[in-house]
Nanobody, 121 residues
């Protein structure tokens, strides 16, 4: 499975961005977004079950971020609003072969290259 993330950029506090992730070359059961800020570990942001559409969010983004997917296009999205400086990070999309909700980095099998999101105050 190949994953290509895009849509990052520079935005002011309170602004919005939409990240996209294009998937190709294989099958998977769920996908997710993670982020990694400088000097910190990669952390879970949101996940979506590919067929059921069930979604899961980290507490830090609930109510501000929305994950979605387009099965026909093999695309996943992360709509981010109410952005804060602490949201600044490289955002990665990931895919998981096994079923079930997954919030741990080790539970994902494939990773995209990351896209930078910078929120300026």
């Amino acid at each position: 499975v190949q994953l290509q993330a895009s849509g990052g950029g520079l935005v002011q506090v309170g602004g919005s961005l939409r990240l996209s992730c294009a998937a190709s070359g294989g099958t998977f059961r769920s996908m997710g977004w993670f982020r990694q800020a400088p000097g910190k570990e990669r952390e879970f942001v949101a996940a979506v079950h590919w067929t059921l559409g069930s979604t899961y969010y980290a507490d830090s983004v609930k109510g501000r971020f929305t994950i979605s997917r387009d099965n026909a296009k093999n695309m996943m999205y992360l709509q981010m609003s109410g952005l804060r400086p602490e949201d600044t990070a490289v955002y990665y999309c990931a895919a998981r072969v096994n079923v079930g909700a997954a919030t741990n980095v080790r539970q994902y099998d494939y990773w995209g290259q990351g896209t930078q999101v910078t929120v300026s105050s």
